[in-house]
């Protein structure tokens, strides 16, 4: 799996116990994503012709939980909520839950 980025280097803060602001993927993000595709399909039971992560938001807990909002065909997105454990606890990615039938103007919300 790809390294997540460890540096937060968005606009906004990142505050403990909330989620931070909307932010665009980067390349780390999105190869990250890429690779939790076949594991998203499987919890949806949907097969997806893309799968490019666009946005996400960020809250920081005992490693960092992410919400992604992912491009999966034409108009159609998901908002995938991943963890991502720190190095003391194994350093792990876990697609947590998905969440589908999302449109490009939907907001980025905790679930």
């Not at 799996?1 to 989620?19: D, F």
């Not at 807990?61 to 991502?84: M, P, Q, R, S, T």
């Amino acid at each position: 799996m790809a390294a997540l980025p460890i540096i937060h280097g968005g606009p906004g803060p990142v505050i403990p116990g909330g989620y931070g602001p909307i932010e665009e993927a980067t390349e780390g993000f999105k190869i990250l994503c890429h690779q939790l595709k076949t594991r998203a399909q499987a919890k949806t039971n949907k097969v997806f012709d893309d799968f490019v992560a666009i946005s996400y938001r960020a809250q920081i807990v005992a490693g960092k939980n992410f919400i992604f909002k992912i491009l999966v065909g034409e108009e159609n997105y998901i908002h995938a909520k991943v963890f991502w454990a720190l190095p003391c606890y194994g350093g792990g990615v876990v697609l947590v839950d998905v969440q589908d039938n999302k449109t490009k103007t939907d907001s980025i919300e905790p679930f």
